[in-house]
């Protein structure tokens, strides 16, 4: 059973709002990943980390920013939230790449 | 190209019949595959890793790989309707983030 937790699960939220998505997993892993899905359509890879202040850019382009100042920690934010941000973001964490990877639950956000 | 291309589907099968999915993939040095099952507004989880060419078995499930030919399936038996869902492959090579495909849709009827 993965311990990868994502806070708010739901979030409804202003134009130009700047909003935190919070990822936290206990299992040690070093890699992270944060995936972008709409509704019925395929998982997009947006930011990825491989350890401790290390963090890169996924294949989709994404607005939004990761830190990752502990290894159990990987939060997304975005400065100035738009309607075209209104998706499913999913966190994720593997041992090592190439390893199996473990998925939160998931934060459906909505801006208006 | 696309690195993991997948039948969207809908694959629809009867309740207890044999569910068969396929996964092709670009990257030859591939080494690692995985299927994920995707319940509709739910996050992904994993059914099965293979790593080397043959099959693997786990339960009802059945993941094959042939890497000369770039192909991965996953062969659900005595399907049920809970097994509907949308079915993710995922493909990796030494260091590099999981490749997911579209998805296909299985649909089993009662």
């Known amino acids: 059973e993965a311990d990868i937790y994502q806070t708010p699960r739901y979030l409804v939220i202003g134009t130009g709002k700047k909003i935190t998505l919070e990822c936290s997993q206990t299992?040690?892993?070093?890699?992270m990943y944060w995936y972008q899905q709409d509704p019925g359509m395929e998982l997009h890879l947006i930011h990825y980390?491989?350890?401790?202040?290390?963090?890169e850019k996924g294949d989709l382009s994404s607005e939004s920013t990761v830190s990752r100042i502990r290894t159990e920690h990987f939060p997304l934010t975005l400065e100035s939230a738009r309607p075209s941000h209104t998706s499913q973001y999913l966190c994720?964490?593997?041992?090592?790449?190439?390893?199996?990877?473990?998925f939160g639950e998931g934060s459906w956000l909505t801006v208006v | 190209q696309k690195e993991v291309e997948q039948n969207s589907g809908p694959l629809s099968v009867p309740e207890g019949a044999i569910a068969s999915l396929n996964c092709t993939y670009s990257?030859?040095?591939?080494?690692?595959f995985f299927w994920y099952r995707q319940y509709s507004g739910k996050s992904p989880e994993l059914i099965m890793s293979i790593y080397s060419n043959g099959d693997k078995e786990d339960g009802r499930f059945t993941a094959q790989l042939n890497k000369a030919s770039q192909y991965v399936s996953l062969l659900i038996r005595d399907s049920q309707p809970s097994d509907s869902a949308t079915y993710l492959c995922?493909?990796?090579?030494?260091?590099?983030?999981?490749?997911f495909g579209k998805g296909t849709s299985l649909l089993v009827t009662p």
């Open positions: 994720a964490s593997s041992e090592h790449p190439e390893n199996t990877i473990y």
């Open positions: 980390s491989y350890g401790v202040n290390s963090t």
């Open positions: 990257d030859r040095v591939s080494q690692s």
């Open positions: 299992m040690g892993h070093d890699k």
């Open positions: 995922a493909v990796t090579r030494s260091g590099y983030a999981l490749n």
